[in-house]
């Protein structure tokens, strides 16, 4: 079941992203992430509302509320940084070159699970992290054709920081739902995400608006919150159960790249998507390897 919900999440994660990128077309950041926080506060709500009526749901022994909200204000600041980083990059950088990318996370997510919760691979679910690795060495070559630099492109490395603080989300993620309900973390770890966004709009945006890329409405924004909402949701109810494995988790979530890559192709309107394709062979493929390592 936890392995459907990860594929589950992963094909709403796709739509995330190209409805990020169209909300960012010529639009400026800060606003667009701070109305996404707004949106998906208010989509889980009836959770934060619950939890302020009836008290905070603890499955787990030994956690306090005040713990709780702790735990969950540290997952809003990593995500938040992983989103900062991730937004800016992608609005400045292909779709067909951004999910690949991500597409890679995994990867750090199975080196810190392999260090702090113990979890072993079969030959499978190596032949897939190996294959994943390797779309990347393509993705650099490739990217190349449309004067993207890996090494020289600042936005490159926005992506790789959201890359990196991604993968801690995703094993903080696995720590702290071992003594979290799922509606309780999302729920108001999107409230504070809104409060840190809020504070940011007022001290950096504002009053430095004029000089920036100006906002404009876009129906984009609202999809944003509607899919990363659903997405995290199957997301976190795959990592409360008991069997559930990070690495594999974290690693089909990306398989998410399909969809941004086909979304790059027929709405974006990208280029050099022979070469891209080949990196998206790869990454299909080994996501397929990590299905059947997983049965």
Same mark, same amino acid.
């Given at each position: 079941m936890w392995l459907a919900l990860a594929f589950l999440s992963a094909a709403l994660l796709g739509l995330y992203d190209t409805a990020k990128k169209a909300a960012l077309k010529d639009n400026a950041v800060i606003p667009v992430l701070f109305l996404n926080t707004v949106f998906s506060t208010l989509i889980f709500s009836p959770f934060i509302?619950? =939890?302020?009526? &009836?008290?905070?749901?603890?499955?787990?022994?030994?956690?306090?509320p005040l713990k709780a909200h702790l735990m969950t204000?540290?997952?809003?600041?990593?995500?938040?940084? =992983?989103?900062l980083f991730g937004y800016f990059g992608l609005k400045h950088l292909p779709i067909t070159i951004v999910g690949p990318i991500n597409a890679t996370r995994p990867i750090l997510v199975l080196l810190g699970a392999m260090i702090l919760f113990g979890e072993r691979l079969n030959l499978w679910q190596w032949g897939g992290v190996i294959l994943a690795m390797f779309s990347l060495l393509l993705l650099?070559?490739?990217? %190349?054709?449309? &004067?993207?630099? $890996?090494v020289h492109n600042k936005w490159i490395w926005f992506i790789a920081?959201?890359?990196?603080?991604?993968?801690?989300?995703?094993?903080?993620?696995?720590?702290i739902m071992r003594f979290l309900d799922a509606t309780f973390v999302q729920g108001w770890?999107? $409230?504070?995400?809104?409060? #840190?966004?809020?504070?940011?709009?007022?001290?950096?945006? #504002?009053?430095?608006?004029? %000089?920036?890329?100006?906002?404009?409405? =876009?129906?984009?924004?609202?999809?944003i919150s509607i899919f990363i909402s659903a997405a995290d949701f199957a997301y976190l109810t795959a990592l409360r159960q008991s069997d559930s494995m990070i690495s594999v988790v974290s690693l089909v979530r990306r398989s998410s790249v399909i969809v941004s890559f086909l979304c790059g192709a027929i709405i974006f309107?990208?280029?050099?998507?022979?070469?891209?394709? #080949?990196?998206?062979? $790869?990454?299909l493929v080994g996501m397929i390897l990590i299905w059947i390592g997983s049965r």
């Open positions: 509302i619950s =939890s302020l009526r &009836n008290g905070v749901p603890l499955p787990s022994e030994g956690i306090t204000i540290a997952k809003s600041c990593i995500v938040l940084t =992983s989103w650099s070559r490739s990217s %190349k054709k449309e &004067n993207v630099d $890996f920081i959201s890359a990196i603080t991604g993968a801690c989300s995703g094993l903080y993620d696995k720590y770890y999107n $409230f504070y995400q809104m409060v #840190l966004m809020g504070i940011m709009m007022l001290i950096l945006w #504002l009053p430095n608006r004029s %000089k920036t890329t100006p906002f404009h409405w =876009s129906w984009a924004i609202l999809m309107k990208e280029r050099n998507l022979k070469a891209k394709a #080949l990196d998206l062979a $790869f990454i």
